[in-house]
């Protein structure tokens, strides 16, 4: 049976090491997405920008919190920037993100 213990074990540490690794991705990723959109609406604090961004993902599961706040941002700031223009460097940025992670 202890093989099967150890087994059990090896992927429940795949798994949390996985989730860890999302985690960190997605969080990087909201970053470089928060400095890009204050760049585009022309915030000078960038980086209070993207903590905003970082933990607008929070609201709830899955990309549409942090989708919904840039679009939001952008149209209350007048800044014209549709939505596949937000999603396709929502995608641009997580693989960059992944691959900063993965270094």
Known sequence: ?????????????????????KFK???RRNKLLGHWAAEQMGH??????????IMADFEEAGDEDVFRKIRQDFDASGT???D???RAKMNELMAVAVEEISK
């Open 1 to 21: 049976m202890s093989g099967m213990d150890e087994r059990g074990d090896a992927y429940e540490n795949k798994f949390a090491h996985d989730a860890e690794l």
């Open 25 to 27: 991705a997605e969080a």
């Open 44 to 53: 000078k604090d960038k980086e209070a920008y993207a903590k905003e961004v």
């Open 80 to 82: 014209s920037v549709d």
């Open 84 to 86: 596949a223009t937000i």
